[in-house]
């Protein structure tokens, strides 16, 4: 029985030598989702692309959940590039740390040859030389215009750090976009007997005071109700310092403006939020309470579209209040598909960046309710006020139209140690543990040394 | 050929072969010296180094075999199997092992059913056993399990797809680089072969103890290669990067120890008053502000070039005073009364183990829920006894705290010490149960004899006696406590928040690494943090060798 056995353990090793040693397949089966609406056309290549034979692309972007990841892998499956063989990789979410992931494969050279990066990250890796510059490829493309996409996104995208200009250069393109709106409870407003937002809005009245007037008439509904809700990052406090003329940078972006009076006007706002009690308290995730019905309006993006339309109140959004500065503050968030910068087809993988920003793909993710799509087009705008609810999705096209200030990585110095010190410093006076005066005095004093 | 002229072929063609090798890897050698390959620097010394000892072993073996010493023949074997193990391993590399045992997983399945027969081959050739009376009979069985065995093992290999295998593995063959690989590879088989050999081993006068020594270290050497690749080798490399400005993807240049002088720079400054501001006394293009403190109506400043490692600091060694009590005495007493023998106390051991074996992100998302200050159960709670007391008195004796659990600087280190005292209690508990197994009942007796009470013989029975499991279980939880990360991680937003309240050395160190592109600095913070667990065990162990001498 000796025999048999050293015979078994020889045959699954032999099995596992030699069918290990198959190359692996290159695409897994396609997902059953839906069909697309219409299959993307395929991009035009710049004309001196050669012909690919045989070539295989990874890409990789990060899906919010499964029923997003199923869609861009229908969307590989789907995309027609001639020679090319698709193979997409869902990154992981936000919890699993897909930038981590993606950092650690480009220091051991693994990365995919095209991947998805926030906003911010695109200074970090353009300047360490991770992205392929694809200035030369775009301008040998026909049919191919920056202008095709928002302009905020796009000046950091063509940011050229050796010039210090926008244009010589082009590091991706922008996947979609999105911007601030609050979502409203319209229950809890109406239990409250506050004016319905969306009305305020619509005259020309949807100003910080009377945010706060609705905010506050909730707020008195019980101790365990909440007027407000923001999550604890740099986006949502960041709003209240735009629309009070602020700014995180000064005007060139080479150092700290956290200390300007209007930047602190807004934090002060902000700050009275907090401590008031009007807003759940600053660090607490908002969304529990808001989905449970205990929060008026919840501060969030395009993104949380999904997740709030399984709520069981009456629920829809509206755009951010006007401050003193005499509008909203958004933000434009964005994320780009990017090069690698030493993918082995250049030429192919500018096929595919362009290929994943084009209308009809792009209208398959934004039809999931997630995102906005990134190219400028009334065709495609008018598609996304289909995707309801809410309602009133409007209010975000009008966050994008209303002078929002671009998500910017920073050029001139490190965007993760100036945000970490801006969070730690905002969070301290957000939760009341420092005073506004002591945050003017010291914050810039630390975060000028990101730059 | 006599035997005797065999061995004697067999050494010349070993004192060939280790003279080929030490040139070849005297000329490896002076390339990687040279930087000739494309290999980044770290990469070409390493190169250099190895390929340098090997040229000194191998003619070190050749010296030795020409000697007719045996020396040269352990030489040989550690020298030949190490080559041995490292080109096997790049052998699978260029036949895309690696990366198709992703194709077996996918096709692993199809065949999962002919391995039933492989199963039932065995079972058919294991009733041999019964017929040892009967030989024939016996064969018979031994037969046929061995024919059913053959056949589900064909049929396995067909259906995940042997043949597409060696289809892919013959055509590698084509590859110049890869048939050269398997030609070396087959040579160190072949001088391993003709070392190991009995006769060779004669012919050099080995002795029993070099059989035995190179037993043992073949034996060791799973565990001593892994141990050297996957922990020794990044530990060097984590010192060595702690001296650079590497930030993982450019070149590492030589910073010497700058690293380690912007984690511990201060500087102190003395104020007018206590409300100066910092920027008037230190230099704040260097330092932050750090601490006001007052020294006898003297106030001084502290200012530190990186003022969150010393936040990160306090708070791991917060932490550490506050979990480390509170996951080991509770878990001391309840194993005490876990330990008795009443019906059903297994399930209750287990019931306390769970949180040790749940995951620990599932449990801090969970957790994160029941902290929730607005719609949380635990403030739920709270309040529903307050509101009882209250009701009771009929009157507004307490008042509601709306303990922003995970909001409040104040409160959120203390939130996650509730939780990791949570899961490490179990464990804890499963310890000391073990040690108190191993306290003689009858010493027990004795105290019983004696007239110690419950509290007597806990006191001066149980908890000198568990000494040892004591010591054991502070100096795990200790460092398990100073490595605290994925608790704050996953409960806090961002993590480390509110503020910098729950920041802790191994999270800022993951920050600077990762978030801020600085992989030098990170390392220099990780060999701080290992220094401090090592010193931090050190005195844990002297004063349990002095508790034991005593």
């Known amino acids: 029985m000796k025999n048999v056995r050293f015979y078994l353990i020889f045959v699954v090793f032999a099995a596992l030598i030699l069918t290990g040693c198959t190359s692996p397949a290159p695409t897994s089966a396609p997902i059953a989702t839906e069909a697309p609406a219409a299959t993307a056309a395929p991009a035009a290549t710049p004309e001196s692309a050669p012909a690919a034979e045989g070539v295989t692309l990874r890409w990789r972007t990060r899906p919010d959940n499964q029923e997003e990841a199923n869609v861009y892998q229908s969307i590989s499956d789907n995309l027609n590039l001639d020679g090319v063989t698709l193979v997409y990789e869902p990154g992981g979410s936000e919890t699993a740390s897909y930038q981590d992931v993606l950092k650690t494969e480009l220091a051991s050279g693994t990365a995919p040859d095209v991947f998805w990066i926030p906003g911010t990250d695109v200074a970090d890796f353009a300047t360490r030389g991770l992205l392929y510059d694809l200035r030369s490829l775009a301008d040998a493309t026909a049919g191919y215009a920056d202008s095709d996409f928002y302009p905020g996104p796009m000046f950091h995208l063509t940011f050229d750090p050796a010039t210090s200009s926008a244009g010589p250069a082009l590091w991706g393109l922008p996947r979609d976009v999105s911007?601030?709106?609050?979502?409203?409870?319209?229950?809890?407003?109406?239990?409250?007997?506050?004016?319905?937002?969306?009305?305020?809005?619509?005259?020309?009245?949807?100003?910080?005071?009377?945010?706060?007037?609705?905010?506050?008439?909730?707020?008195?509904?019980?101790?365990?109700?909440?007027?407000?809700?923001?999550?604890?990052?740099?986006g949502p406090y960041g709003v209240w310092m735009n629309a009070a003329g602020g700014n995180?940078?000064?005007?060139?972006?080479?150092?700290?403006?956290?200390?300007?009076?209007?930047?602190?006007?807004?934090?002060?706002?902000?700050q009275n939020l907090y401590t008031s009690g009007v807003a759940v308290p600053y660090g607490e995730d908002p969304e529990p309470p808001f989905r449970a019905g205990n929060v008026a309006m919840f501060q969030n993006g395009r993104w949380a579209t999904p997740g709030i339309r399984t709520v069981e109140f009456d629920w829809d959004v509206v755009g951010l209040p006007t401050g003193p500065a005499g509008n909203p503050g958004n933000w434009l968030f964005w994320g780009a598909y990017v090069v690698n910068a030493n993918t082995a087809h250049p030429e192919q993988a500018w096929q595919l960046v362009q290929a994943l920003t084009t209308a009809q793909t792009q209208g398959q993710v934004a039809a999931l309710g997630a995102n906005i799509p990134s190219r400028v087009s009334q065709e495609a705008l008018n598609a996304f006020l289909t995707f309801t609810p809410p309602a009133n999705n409007q209010a975000f096209l009008d966050g994008l139209a209303n002078s929002p200030t671009a998500e910017g990585p920073l050029w001139a110095g490190s965007w993760p140690e100036f945000v970490s010190v801006m969070d730690a410093a905002v969070s301290s006076l957000l939760s009341g543990q420092s005073s506004i005066d002591d945050f003017a005095n010291t914050v810039c004093d630390e975060a000028n040394k990101a730059f | 050929?006599?035997?005797?002229?065999?061995?004697?072929?067999?050494?010349?063609?070993l004192l060939l072969w280790h003279g080929i090798l030490a040139a070849a890897a005297a000329i490896g050698a002076y390339l990687a010296a040279t930087q000739a390959f494309d290999l980044p620097n770290w990469a070409h010394t390493l190169l250099a180094i190895?390929?340098?000892?090997?040229?000194?072993?191998?003619?070190?073996?050749?010296?030795?075999?020409?000697?007719?010493?045996?020396?040269?023949?352990?030489?040989?074997?550690?020298?030949?199997?190490?080559?041995?193990?490292?080109?096997?391993?790049?052998?699978f590399q260029s036949f895309n092992f690696y990366l198709g045992i992703n194709s077996l997983a996918n096709t692993f399945g199809r065949g999962v059913p002919f391995l039933l027969l492989l199963l039932i081959g065995y079972v058919v050739g294991a009733q041999a056993d019964r017929f040892e009376q009967k030989p024939a009979r016996a064969r018979f069985f031994t037969r046929a399990g061995k024919y059913i065995a053959l056949i589900g093992a064909l049929f396995f290999l067909y259906a995940v797809g042997i043949l597409a295998g060696l289809q892919s593995f013959l055509a590698r063959f084509s590859s110049l680089q890869a048939l050269a690989l398997t030609l070396l590879l087959a040579l160190l088989a072949l001088?391993?072969?003709?070392?190991?050999?009995?006769?060779?081993?004669?012919?050099?006068?080995?002795?029993?103890?070099?059989?035995?020594?190179?037993?043992?270290?073949?034996?060791?050497?799973?565990?001593?290669?892994?141990?050297?690749?996957?922990?020794?080798?990044?530990?060097?490399?984590?010192?060595?990067?702690?001296f650079t400005d590497w930030d993982a993807f450019g070149t590492r240049n030589w910073i010497g120890l700058a690293n380690y002088g912007e984690i511990f720079g201060l500087t102190f400054a003395n104020l007018q008053s206590p409300t100066q501001l910092?920027?008037?006394?230190?230099?704040?293009?260097?330092?932050?502000?750090?601490?006001?403190?007052?020294?006898?109506?003297?106030?001084?400043?502290?200012?530190?070039?990186?003022?969150?490692?010393?936040?990160?600091?306090?708070?791991?060694?917060?932490?550490?005073?506050?979990?480390?009590?509170l996951s080991v005495v509770p878990a001391l007493l309840l194993a005490n009364t876990l330990n008795a023998k009443i019906r059903g106390m297994s399930l209750f051991r287990a019931i306390y183990f769970v949180p040790t074996i749940a995951a620990v992100v599932g449990v801090a998302l969970i957790w994160r829920w029941l902290y929730n200050s607005t719609v949380g159960w635990i403030n739920y709670i709270i309040a529903a006894i307050i509101g009882w007391i209250n009701g009771l008195a009929g009157a507004e004796l307490l008042s509601d705290p709306a303990i922003g659990w995970l909001s409040d600087t104040r409160v959120a280190l203390l939130a996650v010490v509730i939780i990791a005292s949570w899961q490490w209690l179990g464990f804890n508990t499963v310890l000391f149960l073990a040690g108190l197994q191993g306290i003689p009942k009858s010493l027990y007796e004795a105290a019983t004899v004696d007239g110690a009470g419950s509290l007597a013989k806990f006191l001066r029975v149980t908890v000198p006696l568990l000494a040892p499991t004591t010591f054991f279980v502070l100096t795990t939880t200790t460092i398990q406590a100073m490595q605290l990360f994925d608790q704050v991680f996953v409960l806090t937003t961002p993590p480390g928040g509110p503020g910098t309240s729950t920041t802790t050395i191994v999270l800022y160190l993951y920050q600077s690494g990762f978030r801020e592109f600085r992989q030098g600095y990170a390392s220099a913070i990780a060999w701080v943090l290992f220094l401090l667990i090592f010193g931090l065990t050190l005195v844990q162990f002297q004063r349990q060798r002095a508790g034991a001498d005593a």
């Open chain 1, 179 to 234: 911007t601030f709106a609050l979502y409203l409870n319209l229950d809890l407003i109406a239990e409250a007997g506050a004016d319905d937002p969306r009305e305020l809005e619509a005259n020309g009245e949807w100003t910080w005071e009377k945010f706060l007037e609705v905010a506050a008439a909730v707020n008195a509904l019980g101790s365990d109700v909440r007027g407000y809700g923001g999550s604890a990052w740099w």
């Open chain 1, 248 to 270: 995180f940078f000064n005007a060139d972006r080479t150092a700290c403006g956290l200390d300007t009076p209007e930047a602190l006007a807004g934090l002060t706002f902000a």
């Open chain 2, 1 to 13: 050929m006599t035997p005797r002229d065999t061995f004697r072929f067999s050494l010349q063609l």
């Open chain 2, 50 to 91: 190895l390929l340098g000892l090997s040229m000194a072993a191998s003619a070190g073996a050749a010296w030795w075999l020409w000697r007719r010493d045996r020396r040269g023949r352990n030489l040989s074997l550690i020298l030949n199997y190490l080559l041995f193990v490292a080109l096997l391993l790049l052998w």
């Open chain 2, 191 to 242: 001088m391993l072969w003709l070392a190991w050999r009995p006769g060779v081993a004669q012919a050099l006068s080995a002795r029993n103890s070099d059989e035995e020594m190179l037993y043992g270290l073949l034996f060791l050497s799973p565990n001593l290669l892994g141990f050297l690749l996957f922990f020794a080798g990044p530990l060097l490399l984590s010192l060595y990067t702690s």
């Open chain 2, 278 to 325: 910092a920027r008037e006394v230190i230099d704040i293009t260097r330092f932050d502000e750090l601490a006001r403190l007052n020294l006898f109506g003297k106030h001084i400043l502290v200012g530190a070039e990186d003022k969150l490692f010393w936040t990160a600091l306090r708070n791991t060694l917060l932490f550490v005073l506050l979990a480390v009590p």
